[in-house]
């Protein structure tokens, strides 16, 4: 549903801001990369703007930080509606892993709402354009939350039934776990 | 001179071809070293949460229900992809897959539970009296559960008294 409404308001390009919040620059890097002629982003119409008043998506990249989350709150409410936002590596997912340092406010979801993450530290270039395909209904979702139970306990216990006679001394059949 | 100048630079560009990936229309395979996400095996896992120590982000979060059950959760939001997780796994459960296209519009899709059964003690039936090494990770403030909430919570050694900023991080179940 969330698609669809994407695709009735996005009909045309995508221009894309791209918003550093204090990450490493290595996704920065990576999105560069996707607009250079080898992965070619702008085929799908995206095109990278310099005002988030010409934007229709935002890309943010690094954690949102005590400095820098009131200048992304503001360019968030600059551009002009409808407007997405992508989550781009790790920081902007969850916070990156100095996610408990005091200057660190946590994942951007906290400051701007999120619709899309790209987990990944830097995301691959080719990860980054599935996001954008994902985005645009060109591909479909690859991950589900995985549940996973343990059927029987992957060491021996003491379980006389399991107890093999073996050259004079008592083993476990399942002795090559351990 | 210009225009055979302008003929060679025609025929050096007509040489170059086609050089964009047709890549979300096609599959693009991993390079030979890539770590994409971790994948656990819950056949494997014996539930030792070295991982979980060792997991630079806190990412990976053991909780124990009962007795019996300890839950070991890898949410995924945080993950670098060092590969710490597997390279300190004694009974290599985790392995670092190529799998690189987790993007998604609900971050908790690319979270893993594992469910484990846990051996009490032969005798008594009861836990070991000592703390083990997750207890006494668990007094020193590096993780707490809140089990009536049903919340995992982190404890932050970075927290400042009237910062609302630096608070605990929370992290909702789901």
């Given at each position: 549903?969330?698609?669809?409404f994407?695709?009735?308001?996005f ?15 290595g ?13 070619d ?9 310099a ?27 600059a ?16 916070g ?6 005091y200057?660190?406010?946590?994942p ?9 993450y790209?987990p ?11 996001g ?10 690859k991950?589900?939350?995985t549940?996973?139970?343990q ?18 001394m008592?083993?476990y059949?399942?002795?090559?776990k351990? | ?10 025929l ?5 071809g ?15 070293k890539?770590?994409?996400?971790p ?9 030792c949460?070295?991982?979980?120590n ?7 979060l053991?909780?124990?229900?009962c007795?019996?059950i ?14 710490r ?13 190529k ?5 998604t ?6 979270q893993?539970?594992l469910e ?18 997750l207890?006494q ?12 909430n ?13 910062f ?5 991080i929370?992290?909702e179940?789901?």
């Amino acid at each position: 549903m969330f698609r669809n409404f994407l695709l009735k308001m996005f009909p045309r390009s995508l221009w894309v801001y791209h918003a550093n919040s204090g990450g490493c620059n290595g996704c920065d890097i990576e999105v560069l990369n996707v607009l250079t002629p080898y992965y070619d982003a702008e085929r799908f119409g995206i095109k990278l703007v310099a005002s988030p008043r010409h934007a229709d998506v935002m890309l943010c990249q690094g954690p949102a930080m005590r400095s820098t989350a009131a200048a992304l709150k503001r360019a968030y409410e600059a551009m002009p509606s409808p407007k997405i936002v992508f989550a781009i590596g790790s920081c902007a997912c969850g916070g990156g892993i100095w996610h408990d340092l005091y200057n660190v406010i946590g994942p951007i979801e906290r400051i701007v709402p999120v619709s899309y993450y790209i987990p990944g530290c830097p995301p691959r270039p080719e990860a980054i354009l599935y996001g954008v395909a994902l985005a645009m209904g060109l591909v479909d979702k690859k991950v589900i939350p995985t549940n996973l139970k343990q059927e029987e306990l992957p060491i021996p216990r003491y379980h006389p039934e399991d107890l093999i006679q073996q050259e004079s001394m008592p083993v476990y059949k399942k002795l090559e776990k351990v | 001179m210009s225009f055979i100048s302008k003929i060679r630079e025609t025929l050096i560009c007509l040489k170059a071809g086609r050089v964009t990936l047709p890549y979300p229309y096609q599959p693009r395979p991993a390079p030979e070293k890539f770590r994409g996400r971790p994948i656990f095996d819950a056949s494997k896992c014996i539930g030792c949460a070295g991982c979980a120590n060792n997991c630079p982000a806190r990412e990976i979060l053991v909780l124990d229900i009962c007795q019996e059950i300890r839950i070991l959760k890898y949410l995924g939001r945080r993950c670098t992809y060092c590969g710490r997780c597997a390279d300190v796994c004694p009974e290599n459960a985790i392995t670092m897959s190529k799998d690189y296209e987790t993007a998604t519009n609900n971050i908790a899709d690319i979270q893993q539970k594992l469910e484990l059964f846990m051996s009490t003690c032969q005798r008594c039936g009861r836990c070991f009296k000592e703390p083990s090494p997750l207890e006494q990770l668990k007094l020193k403030g590096y993780r707490f559960d809140d089990l009536a909430n049903e919340r995992w919570i982190f404890k932050s050694k970075s927290y400042l008294d009237n910062f609302k900023v630096s608070d605990d991080i929370h992290i909702e179940l789901d």
